[in-house]
């Protein structure tokens, strides 16, 4: 017993009888209780993708992720996760290696696909993004990104980048180097270093790699040598500078100090375990899928949503520090 037809002929009727139960349509109450008995008595499990060619709605999520090595991306993808299987809505996810063409192709084939929303994990928003966000007239929202016209949820990379540049103006350090990335990630890339600087309100030297921890092991390799504190746009760039040092018997954090952003729970594994900015992951992918189910139920929800952060202190920065 593997589909319609075989529940229709055991029933009597027809095939489109069939596919209005299934799809919750008008069916008289002899009808529905025939039909009823019968699928209780084989087991039949509409499957739930065919239904939706021609269901309103198909209970499914389309989430579109940059990348799967990423703490930040599994965590947020976890947490919408999560949260949609308990409000029983199906989560299809896409990944697209960092490429804007597969995230393009991606949206368009979740639209195909006739989900109920789609969720983007959003590195850059570019104007071929809001065209075709725009054209599919569908609930859309960004996450870790942010755009005037979309509902976005983001991190406060800003005022995180403020925090971390005032504790070493506190620490009163100098001769200090900012590793990035580049600035078209306009959260990590650009919001972050805005804020160290105007935190730290001195001028620190700044350096860009990518989010790989060996091009970030590369792109330190020198300057581990040069500076007494290197501020990371992330985690894994933090890991990538920790294990340069490492490479060249330089103590951290006596002769470096080390810093991050994210929160990954490799910082707590390595030794020294590093000073970060925590940002709360999970809770922004809780927050997204309600979000998204409020969009789709067409309930009123904020143009932009930011979450909130802790540094947390570690071993990786020398608070002893003696200024030349």
Excluded at 111 to 130: P, R
Excluded at 142 to 148: A, E, F, K, N, R
Excluded at 216 to 234: E, F, G, S
């Amino acid at each position: 017993m593997n589909n319609i037809l075989d529940i229709a002929n055991l029933a009597g009727v027809s095939k489109s009888t069939v596919s209005r139960y299934l799809n919750g349509g008008s069916v008289s109450d002899k009808t529905r209780q025939k039909i009823d008995k019968i699928v209780q008595e084989t087991g039949y499990a509409p499957n739930q993708f065919a239904q939706s060619l021609k269901a309103k709605r198909t209970n499914m999520i389309g989430v579109i992720v940059p990348r799967l090595n990423s703490f930040a991306s599994n965590e947020t993808l976890l947490g919408i996760e999560t949260y949609l299987r308990k409000q029983n809505y199906q989560t299809l996810i896409a990944n697209t290696d960092l490429s804007n063409e597969l995230e393009l192709s991606a949206i368009k084939t979740f639209h195909k696909s006739k989900v109920d929303g789609i969720i983007l994990l959003a590195t850059e928003v570019t104007t071929a993004h809001i065209e075709l966000i725009k054209s599919i007239k569908k609930p859309f929202l960004l996450v870790g990104q942010q755009h005037d016209q979309i509902h976005s949820i983001i991190q406060n990379d800003f005022e995180a980048g403020i925090a971390m540049g005032q504790y070493f103006r506190n620490l009163e350090f100098n001769n200090i180097a900012y590793l990035g990335v580049p600035e078209i990630d306009i959260a990590v890339g650009k919001k972050r270093k805005q804020g160290v600087m105007q935190g730290y309100a001195k001028p620190i030297d700044m350096f860009e790699t990518t989010f790989k921890l060996q091009d970030a092991t590369d792109a330190a390799y020198n300057l581990v040598k040069q500076y007494k504190a290197i501020i990371c746009a992330t985690d894994n760039i933090a890991l990538g500078v920790l294990k340069a040092a490492q490479q060249q018997g330089i103590n951290v954090p006596q002769a470096l100090s080390i810093t991050g952003f994210g929160g990954y729970e490799t910082t707590s594994i390595v030794t020294p375990m590093i000073t970060t900015i925590r940002f709360p992951y999970f809770q922004t992918g809780e927050l997204a899928a309600l979000s998204m189910i409020e969009l789709i139920d067409e309930k009123e929800v904020p143009r932009l949503q930011e979450m909130t952060f802790i540094l947390d202190e570690k071993e990786s920065v020398d608070k002893n520090q003696i200024q030349a």
